[in-house]
């Protein structure tokens, strides 16, 4: 399985009081034209033990792993070779950290291919904390299921089936959509609007205000949220388990979670006998594992203090982090998560 994963590095996905919400100020950006530079690559082992080899920006700009595409940055995998090693990817992570806040993506294209999640079309929201965070999903819409422990690379999971197009092909083919992420003290919540709503055209608009910057969102005008994870002091302190965290872009493979369940699933069993050896053999079956990101959107209520400077250090060092990213053409590519949870295959 193919996990595609959009959210906060250490603890996951990642909301100060409901009279705030109105008062967001635009604090970055993140496009085509500054990506490379704020963006760093992770090389290391996946940490969820995946069958895949993330490559550094140099190897991934020559590769055609990374580069810009349709106005938007493109993070993809190899989809030509076969390996025994583990499938060549993309996982970047934001040079800055991040406690709280108003986080809007803008997201042409998501990972899809074939097999488990690969063909799921609704899209679940996880948080993973360390021991001691228990949430209610109070004020998520109708008919969405949690598992209320968030602890562990199982972390606490809502998912609505009866959400669809916001993950995956289905995503894809309607043109992408925007993804929005509030983190205060009492809840994470998170919605999704599909391409062409107002809500959609709004968030992801280009329009500036009289101070050249995005007009501030108001959440309150959001509507029910595809998940809210609801803390509290007793249950799950929030600002306990939440705080300094980085924005990660991230397709892997296979690994602790979706390695495990590979047999379980008749689509995926049906390829292979196990989740590495499909992965392996097969990099026809990724042509559309890639990220399209139009923009990234971090906004936070005047006067706090939640983003850490110290993380812009590596701006100044240079190194393959800083590679221009080239050209990608994805034109021609066939039709084929906040922690987006997905593993491919």
Request: charged content about 15%; aromatic content about 10%; proline content about 5%.
């Amino acid at each position: 399985m193919v996990r595609p994963a959009f959210g906060f590095a250490s603890l996951a996905l990642t909301a100060s009081s409901a009279g705030a919400a109105s008062n967001y100020n635009i604090v970055d950006v993140f496009d085509s034209t500054n990506f490379s530079n704020v963006f760093t690559s992770f090389t290391q082992p996946d940490p969820t033990h995946g069958f895949v080899k993330y490559v550094d920006a140099a190897t991934a700009s020559r590769d055609g792993l990374a580069g810009f595409a349709q106005g938007g940055v493109y993070l993809g995998v190899d989809y030509t070779n076969i390996t025994t090693t583990g499938r060549p990817s993309v996982r970047v992570t934001s040079r800055t950290s991040y406690t709280k806040g108003l986080f809007i993506a803008d997201i042409a294209h998501m990972p899809a291919g074939a097999g488990g999640s690969g063909s799921q079309i609704s899209n679940s929201v996880t948080l993973h904390t360390g021991p001691g965070c228990s949430v209610t999903n109070a004020g998520s819409l109708p008919g969405t299921k949690l598992s209320p422990n968030c602890q562990g690379n199982e972390g606490c999971t809502q998912h609505n089936p009866g959400v669809s197009n916001n993950y995956g092909a289905g995503f894809n083919a309607a043109g992408g959509g925007v993804y929005a992420l509030e983190w205060t003290d009492a809840s994470i919540k998170v919605w999704f609007f599909s391409r062409g709503s107002p809500l959609a055209t709004q968030l992801s608009s280009t329009t500036t205000n009289n101070n050249n910057s995005p007009p501030s969102p108001n959440p309150s005008t959001f509507g029910t949220p595809l998940a809210a994870f609801v803390g509290s002091p007793s249950s799950c302190p929030l600002a306990k388990h939440f705080a300094n965290h980085n924005l990660v872009l991230n397709t892997a493979f296979c690994g602790d979670w979706a390695g495990r369940v590979w047999a379980a699933d008749q689509t995926c069993a049906a390829l292979a006998a196990r989740c590495e050896d499909f992965v392996g053999a097969h990099p026809e079956a990724f042509t559309q594992a890639y990220w399209l990101v139009n923009t990234i959107r971090v906004y936070q209520v005047a006067g706090s203090s939640g983003v850490e400077i110290a993380a812009r250090e590596e701006e100044s060092q240079g190194g393959a982090a800083r590679t221009s990213m080239g050209r990608r053409d994805v034109a021609g590519r066939k039709e084929g998560v906040v922690e987006a949870r997905r593993r491919w295959a």
